[in-house]
T-cell receptor
Framework: GEDVEQSLFLSVREGDSSVINCTYTDSSSTYLYWYKQEPGAGLQLLTYIFSNMDMKQDQRLTVLLNKKDKHLSLRIADTQTGDSAIYFCAESLRDDKIIFGKGTRLHILP | EAQVTQNPRYLITVTGKKLTVTCSQNMNHEYMSWYRQDPGLGLRQIYYSMNVEVTDKGDVPEGYKVSRKEKRNFPLILESPSPNQTSLYFC????????????FGPGTRLTVT
């Protein structure tokens, strides 16, 4: 069945890089996404990658996709306190249904 | 400003008392959906709507109803709420179901006692 897995917590020191990992099971994914949820707010699309790409960079964000291993990662360079949030990995399937992971809570240490 | 609004943001109610959570978007989006977010379970889709008068069940539709009489509004109805429906609810919209970006509302925290 369709499933998206990610670790629940990650602690990173301010200024270091954060790497949030995600694995998915459905090889027919068309897009893969990273959403950010700040406290008390809804989800906001952070970045996305089309399934035929293996990397996408956008300022401090780098998305890597290993389609063979069904592994997606989000790297945040120079992590700041404002990056503290829950990050959701998600995939869209061929029927356009979107499956979300359970979210990774990123905690920034001073 | 393009946005999805939900009301109320917080609601405490008792078992069996019918309630409606409203959702409205101002982006002329065709696709709208409702999710619930629970600790350890992530986001699960309750219902979705591809267009006016077209609604369909998501992964966890039991105990919920929806309607889509107008393009901008997609209310979530709990006819007889129960404590297991205590959750954080999000409405979302996108241009269509295949659109890569969904816009989420700010959430409604519902407690059923």
């Amino acid at each position: 069945g369709e499933d998206v897995e990610q670790s629940l917590f990650l602690s990173v020191r301010e200024g270091d890089s954060s790497v949030i990992n995600c694995t998915y099971t459905d090889s027919s994914s068309t897009y893969l996404y990273w959403y950010k949820q700040e406290p008390g707010a809804g989800l906001q699309l952070l970045t996305y990658i089309f399934s035929n790409m293996d990397m996408k960079q956008d300022q401090r964000l780098t998305v890597l996709l290993n389609k063979k291993d069904k592994h997606l990662s989000l790297r945040i360079a120079d992590t700041q306190t404002g990056d503290s949030a829950i990050y959701f990995c998600a995939e869209s399937l061929r029927d356009d249904k979107i499956i979300f992971g359970k979210g990774t809570r990123l905690h920034i240490l001073p | 400003e393009a946005q999805v609004t939900q009301n109320p943001r917080y609601l405490i109610t008792v078992t069996g008392k019918k309630l409606t959570v409203t959702c409205s978007q101002n982006m002329n989006h065709e696709y709208m959906s409702w999710y619930r977010q629970d600790p350890g379970l992530g986001l699960r889709q309750i219902y979705y709507s591809m267009n006016v008068e077209v609604t369909d069940k998501g992964d966890v539709p039991e105990g919920y109803k929806v309607s889509r009489k107008e393009k901008r509004n997609f209310p979530l109805i709990l006819e007889s709420p129960s404590p297991n429906q205590t959750s954080l609810y999000f409405c979302a919209s996108s241009l269509d179901r295949g659109s890569y970006e969904q816009y989420f509302g700010p959430g409604t925290r519902l407690t059923v006692t």
